[in-house]
Structures are given as C-alpha cells and as structure tokens.
Nanobody, 127 residues
Framework: QVQLVESGGGLVQAGGSLRLSCAAS????????MGWFRQAPGKEREFVAA????????YLADSVKGRFTISRDNAKNTVYLQMNSLKPEDTAVYYC????????????????????WGQGTQVTVSS
C-alpha cells in the first residue's frame, strides 16, 4: 500500500514554470513505477509522463515533450514533474500515480495500469 500526496500546483502566466512534487509513503518506493496524469474540465484524464524504478527510463506525452520532464528521488520517496513554457492548454488537475512492478525497466503510460493515485493538484495557466 502506498499513499501519494501532490503539491506545487498554482496559478502561473503563460510561458512560466512550475514544479510539481509527489511524496509517497511506504518503504518500497523504489519498486514502484510512477506517472503523472492530468484532467481538464469536461475531458478525460490523460497521460503526461512516466518514469521507471531507477529514473533512467522516462516517457513523455507528445503534447509536453520539450517542455516537461519527470524525475524521482528514491531517497526522498518523491517524484517530480518540472513544467516549463506552460501554455493555457496545460490547465488541469494533475495527478500522481504509482504501481508496483517486478521489472526495473517498466514505464507505464496507461491510466488503468496504475493502482494508486494522489488527490490531485490544480495547475492554472493564464494567457
């Protein structure tokens, strides 16, 4: 069992930056593949970024490539989403997700592949 708590959301102007953090409970954080998803009003929750156990493998949605990056610090049980060059269309509630995997190289992009979710943090980008 793992609990996830996101932080770092807020209001920012277009072109600005934010860094989201997701703190996880539990002693086996390093065995979890992690991901970030987002959900805008009236839309389905969509994949943003994913990272494997060690942090060596990452995967980013096409819509955020070149602007966002994902990283993790297993010593701090925390995963990060660095968001640069933000656009109004990035406005959404951002969710952290985790699932335990047996393989070190797993990067998961499907919403249904994650077992644990945080409560979400709002990101609003003004034009």
């Amino acid at each position: 069992q793992v609990q996830l708590v996101e932080s770092g959301g807020g209001l920012v102007q277009a072109g600005g930056s934010l860094r989201l953090s997701c703190a996880a409970s539990g002693r086996t954080f390093s065995s979890y593949a992690m991901g970030w998803f987002r959900q805008a009003p009236g839309k389905e929750r969509e994949f943003v970024a994913a990272i494997n156990w060690s942090g060596i493998r990452i995967y980013l949605a096409d819509s955020v490539k070149g602007r966002f990056t994902i990283s993790r610090d297993n010593a701090k049980n925390t995963v990060y989403l660095q968001m640069n060059s933000l656009k109004p269309e990035d406005t959404a509630v951002y969710y952290c997700a985790a699932t335990r995997t047996l393989s070190t190289n797993v990067v998961l992009k499907g919403r249904n592949e994650y077992d644990y979710w945080g409560q979400g943090t709002q990101v609003t980008v003004s034009s």
